[in-house]
């Protein structure tokens, strides 16, 4: 079992930033043997849109949303069982709850409760 703790959510003004953290408790070797790292966003009425993340398949890709390309970054540290996005420029169509993802190699898939982060000014 993993369990998925988000932070660093919360009101910003458009055009700021933030950087959200997800660290993973328990099995944590999951975190290094897994097939998809990342983030999720959802707002209300909606399904949840895939925003950034590590595949390992293929060699590994890092992927990103059209719509957040040049503005967000992913990354990861294996120490710390962690992964982050940092969210650059923030629009009011960021505005959102984003979740932590994890898919283990064993195609077990684990959901943080997500942070809300509501960008206006």
């Known amino acids: 079992q993993v369990q998925l703790v988000e932070s660093g959510g919360g009101p910003v003004r458009p055009g700021g930033s933030l950087e959200l953290s997800c660290v993973g408790t328990?099995?944590?070797?999951?975190?290094?043997?897994?097939?998809?790292m990342g983030w999720y966003r959802q707002t209300p009425g909606n399904e949840r849109e895939l925003v950034a993340g590590?595949?390992?398949?293929?060699?590994?890709?890092?992927y990103y949303a059209d719509s957040i390309k040049g503005r967000f970054t992913v990354s990861r540290d294996g120490a710390r069982n962690t992964i982050y996005l940092r969210m650059n420029d923030l629009t009011s169509e960021d505005t959102a709850v984003y979740f932590c993802?994890?898919?283990?190699?064993?195609?077990?898939?684990?959901w943080g409760r997500g942070t809300q982060v509501t960008v206006s000014s």
């Open positions: 993802n994890l898919i283990t190699a064993n195609k077990s898939e684990y």
């Open positions: 328990g099995n944590t070797f999951s975190f290094k043997a897994y097939s998809f």
């Open positions: 590590f595949f390992t398949a293929n060699g590994g890709t890092t």
